[in-house]
């Protein structure tokens, strides 16, 4: 089956040409709507061929194997359909009583697959925790149906193909004598069962693609690259099977002042060559409201101070702490008065011995 033709696309074509051709020809060939007997079958058809070029694993293995599983008819990707074009199947089918057949049969996925998504908070609302709406594109249950796939007025019935086996088994006559495999049904996807009528909203499949708004919780103490996992809320699965998770990668976007190393905090702060002398009590940006910091005398350039319990909150319980790290400022300019004021400091403080210059400490050696 030519997917590509069915929607009249390119086997190049986006994903948004692929979605604009859908919704054209859905129109067109909905049983509601459309005149033409085969509407429903048609209908049917394009579904089936949405499905599997609107998702990117499906559409590379049907690129590539001709079937978007291509583990449910051989012995793994790379091999789909070795066994029945070479017969293999068929010789382990005559010789060992049936052991290829438990091989080609792989029961086809009906369970929907996890989906994920990226969203982006602020530092503050890491250290809070935050909930947010993430729009979600996903294969959802089909409300028209409850997801069972079945028209309203229909039942659920076993398949005509298999027999309610989910299985088909091939009768082929070789030179080696008659010769049989098993594979998977492709009309009940290998379940068994079939919708009678299918439903005209999904196809029978149960599910059909919508645009979501699904709520996430982040916790307070999340870091940057860590995953929240919301239950069911990834891909449907078939005909009312179990759905995916969604996977919502959670980035911390860089905060202009504050510096995260694990639980704890770091900011730089600058103080003037009187407070570090004297000490001080400054304030540094925090992460609800400014910190209140003590500045202990005889401070230096490159000296941290610590502030417990001013950090983030940790996942597991606890707080992290604040790290000051103060840089000395020495003034470039300076008025009159201020230069006075600093000569007569300099004097009071003297030079002292290991202030002295180099001349007067080559003079000191060679007199002593």
Request: glycine fraction near 14%.
């Amino acid at each position: 089956m030519d997917y590509y033709a069915v929607l009249g696309v390119s086997r190049d074509a986006t994903q948004d040409e692929i979605k604009r051709a859908f919704r054209r020809k859905a129109r067109e060939t909905h049983p509601d709507v459309a005149d033409d007997p085969d509407a429903e079958e048609r209908f049917k058809l394009i579904n089936e061929a949405y499905e599997v070029l609107s998702d990117e694993q499906k559409r590379a293995n049907y690129d590539r194997y001709g079937t978007p599983e291509p583990r449910a008819g051989g012995f793994g990707a790379d091999y789909a359909g070795f066994g029945d074009f070479f017969g293999i199947d068929d010789i382990f089918e005559t010789f060992f009583g049936g052991v290829a057949a438990g091989v080609g049969a792989r029961q086809v996925r009906t369970q929907g697959r996890d989906m994920s998504v990226q969203v982006t908070v602020t530092l503050e609302e890491a250290a809070t925790g935050v909930e947010r709406e993430v729009p979600v594109t996903r294969m959802a249950p089909c409300g028209t149906c409850g997801a069972t796939g079945v028209a309203p007025g229909g039942q659920v019935k076993s398949c005509p193909e298999c027999g309610g086996t989910g299985q088909r088994r091939t009768v082929r006559r070789t030179i080696l004598g008659v010769m049989q495999s098993l594979t998977s049904c492709e009309t009940c996807g290998a379940s068994g069962r079939v919708a009678d009528p299918p439903c005209g909203a999904c196809g029978g499949s149960g599910r059909v693609q919508a645009r979501e708004h699904v709520r996430v919780s982040i916790p307070a103490g999340i870091a940057d690259g860590q995953t929240v996992r919301v239950p069911g809320m990834g891909e449907a699965g078939l005909r009312g099977a179990a759905a995916g998770d969604l996977l919502v990668r959670v980035r911390v976007a860089e905060h202009e002042y504050l510096h995260r190393e694990g639980d704890d905090l770091h900011v730089m702060a600058v103080v003037n060559i009187a407070q570090a002398a004297l000490g001080a009590t400054i304030a540094v940006p925090g992460l609800a409201e400014d910190v209140q910091v003590d500045v202990p005398a005889g401070t230096q350039s490159g000296d941290v101070v610590r502030v417990k319990g001013r950090g983030m909150p940790g996942l597991r319980g606890g707080v992290g702490d604040l790290y000051v790290h103060l840089r000395v400022e020495v003034p470039r300019k300076l008025d009159k008065r201020q230069r006075e004021l600093l000569r007569e400091l300099g004097e009071s403080l003297g030079t002292g011995r290991g202030a002295r210059t180099p001349l007067e400490r080559i003079k000191d050696w060679l007199g002593a």
